[in-house]
Nanobody
């Protein structure tokens, strides 16, 4: 059983930056692919970015088109954390951001159904 805890959310002006972190415990972190999703009020939870697991595989990262070039996902297996650096934030980035862990190696990571564990989320609000 993996527990995930997000931090780093807050209020920022448009054009600003935030760095979200997700701390994992209770499992072998480097055997899980990790993802970030977000959910705005009245909308479905949507994919933001993912990073594959690194135990024995070359890792890769992928992003939603809406954030590619602005957001960067990284992982630190020594600290059991995954981070989401968000730059050039826009009001439409406002949402609750969730990190998630998947037992999949590198496929299907854009689909929330393929994740096994979820954090409680952290609020990101971007003012115009």
């Amino acid at each position: 059983q993996v527990q995930l805890a997000e931090s780093g959310g807050g209020l920022v002006q448009a054009g600003g930056s935030l760095r979200l972190s997700c701390a994992a415990s209770g499992g072998t972190f480097n055997t899980y692919a990790m993802g970030w999703f977000r959910q705005a009020p009245g909308k479905e939870r949507e994919f933001v970015g993912c990073i594959s697991r690194t135990a024995g595989y070359t890792y890769y990262a992928d992003y939603a088109d809406s954030v590619r070039g602005r957001f960067t996902i990284s992982r630190d297996n020594a600290k059991n954390t995954v981070n989401l650096q968000m730059n050039t934030l826009k009001p439409e980035d406002t949402a609750i951001y969730y990190c998630a862990a998947s037992k999949n190696t590198s496929w299907g990571l854009k689909r929330k159904e393929n994740y096994d564990y979820w954090g409680q989320g952290t609020q990101v609000t971007v003012s115009s």
